[in-house]
Nanobody
Framework: VQLQASGGGLVQPGDSLRLSCATS????????IGWFRQAPGKEREFVAS???????EYANSVKGRSTISRDNGENTVYLQMTSLKPEDTGVYYC????????????WGQGTQVTVSS
């Protein structure tokens, strides 16, 4: 099981960014994929997730500004973020949770997102 996050970068406040999580080694449609982020000096926090049934969940801090989606054919999960704010800065990770699982068992390496003018 492998996950690889990409798409981060340095952007200005108000810009948009699309993060990608490429997966391999498991059937994507049978796992919940989540995005998390960790800002400097802070604990890692939940951002968004998409379940096996397609249920979407978002943290209040990104709700209305972010969209998580899944392309099973490409084995990739995307996180589209708009109206980015400096407080969105952090390392973004994607993770996989088995169907009916309670914890995220597999994590990819992070991708840095920096929002600054």
């Amino acid at each position: 099981v492998q996950l690889q996050a990409s798409g981060g970068g340095l952007v200005q406040p108000g810009d948009s960014l699309r993060l990608s999580c490429a997966t391999s080694g498991f059937p994507l449609d049978l796992w919940t994929i989540g995005w998390f982020r960790q800002a400097p000096g802070k604990e890692r926090e939940f951002v968004a997730s998409i379940s096996t049934s397609g249920t979407l969940e978002y943290a209040n801090s990104v709700k209305g500004r972010s969209t998580i989606s899944r392309d099973n054919g490409e084995n990739t999960v995307y996180l589209q973020m708009t109206s980015l704010k400096p407080e969105d800065t952090g390392v973004y990770y994607c993770a996989a949770k088995k169907f009916l699982g309670t914890t995220y068992d597999y994590w990819g390496q992070g991708t840095q997102v920096t929002v600054s003018s």
